[in-house]
C-alpha cells in the first residue's frame, strides 16, 4: 500500500478498496500509521458518495430482505453473523468517511479517534468473517441491505446530523440490543460467538462514546443546547425517534444521559 498524504487521502483509499479482507487490513496499516504521526490530518480530498463494494455479497433494499428467526439453529446463527459482519464492514467505511469528510474542520483528535474506531472495527469484522467460515460459511454468502450507509450519505453535509444519527442513534441500538443476543447465544452453547459479541459490545460502548462527545464539543462550539441540536438533527435527517427499551447503564457509561435520546426521561425534568 502506498502511504496516504493526509487523512482525507486515507479515506479514499479505504473507501474505494472493493475487497471487505483487504479493507480491513488496509485500516490497521494505517491506524498505525496514525499512532506514529505519519499520518497528517488537514487538506482535503473528494470522496465517494458510496464505498466500493464487491460482487457479493447481494444488496437488497431493506424491505426486500428475507426476516431472520430467533431460533437456535445453524441456519439462523450464520444469518445473525453474517448480517453482524455486514454491519461492521460499512462501520469501517463509516469511521473512514468521518475523518476524511470532516476531520479538516475539526481539531487533530477528532480525526485520530474515528482511525482507531475504524480499526475497532475492521478486527470486529475479521472476527465475525472467520466465525462465519469455521460454521462452513463466509461473509458474501447471504444477501444484506445498505440501510446503515444510507443515513451517512443524507448527513454528508452535516456533521451534527452524522453523529447524531450514526453513533447516538444506530449505533447505540446496538448496546440495546446485544446483551440480549449474547445470552442467546450463551444458552444456544455458542460460546465462541457469544465472546465475539461480546468483545464488540465493550468496544462499541467506547465509539458510541467517540460520537458523543465530539456532538457535545459541536453543540458547545455553536453555542447549541444538545437536546435541541439532537432532536433537529433527527427530526431532518432521520425517520424516527429512538425507541425503548434503552439499555440505560451502557448509554451512561459511552456519555449518553437519559434525558437526551428518552421524550419521557425529559418529560420528568420539565414537570
Known sequence: ???????????????????????ARMSHDLFCLSTLQRLPTGGRCTLPDRPVRPERPELKAPKDMP????????????????????IELNAIDLAW????????DMPDAFSFDWISVANDEAKHFLMLAERLSELGSSYGALPVHDGLW??????????AARLSVVPMVLEARALDVSPPTITRLRNQADHDSADILQIIYDEEIEHVGIGAKWFFYLAKKQGSEPESLFDDSLERYFSSRPKPPFNYQARRKAGLYDSLYDPEKRKKLTN
Open 97 to 104: 468517511d468521518a475523518a476524511g469528510r470532516f476531520g479538516a
Open 1 to 23: 500500500m502506498t502511504k496516504p498524504e493526509t487523512v482525507a487521502a486515507a479515506a479514499h483509499a479505504v473507501l474505494t478498496t472493493a475487497d471487505p479482507f483487504e479493507k
Open 150 to 159: 444510507q443515513a451517512a450519505y443524507e448527513t454528508h453535509d452535516n456533521l
Open 67 to 86: 426476516k431472520r428467526r430467533g431460533g437456535g439453529t445453524l441456519h439462523n446463527r450464520i444469518a445473525l453473523l453474517h448480517a453482524l459482519a455486514h
